[in-house]
């Protein structure tokens, strides 16, 4: 059985090494982290819950609001949703969306529909591939608490 911990501990620090590494998380994702205790173990998970179903309703708004058989393409909506986009996924560590809000705010403020379209497509796979990833790690810290082990604090810097 410690061998079996070991190796899902081994397995959890790389791979959390790899989404830093990868820029999927930022520091502010570590920062979370630290706000949680045996008082409240699940408070990332369900912060980032909300976090993605955040991304659902704001990308569902950035689509209706780029959709051009209703009319005219509402920027300033888009733009709003961006920018609150933009703020959630700073907040909780998602560095690639918020990258790809930065551009995105950049394509709205110049009315560029084209660059508008591009990213929104980019912004919905990239919170998507990240919401896999990040159950993906904690799938691997239930299966330590499983098997009795203890989910090891990972070092970034």
Do not use: W
Not at 18 to 41: A, R, V, W
Not at 133 to 154: H, T
């Amino acid at each position: 059985m410690d061998a079996l911990i070991s190796q899902l501990q081994r397995q959890f620090r790389d791979y959390t090494i790899s989404l830093y590494q990868q820029d999927f998380l930022d520091d502010q994702f570590t920062e979370l982290k630290k706000l949680q205790d045996d008082g409240s173990p699940d408070f990332v998970a369900e912060v980032l819950s909300l976090f993605f179903e955040d991304c659902v309703k704001l990308i569902s708004n950035m689509a209706r609001a780029l959709d051009q058989t209703t009319g005219a393409v509402d920027f300033s909506t888009v733009g709003a949703s961006v920018h609150q986009l933009k703020g959630s996924s700073s907040s909780v560590g998602a560095k690639r969306v918020k990258a790809l809000c930065v551009s995105f705010k950049d394509f709205c403020e110049a009315q560029n529909f084209e660059g508008c379209v591009r990213c929104l497509q980019q912004v919905d796979i990239e919170y998507k591939t990240l919401k896999t990833k990040l159950q993906d790690l904690f799938n691997l810290e239930k299966q330590i608490i499983q098997a009795g082990g203890i989910v090891p604090q990972v070092d970034i810097n």
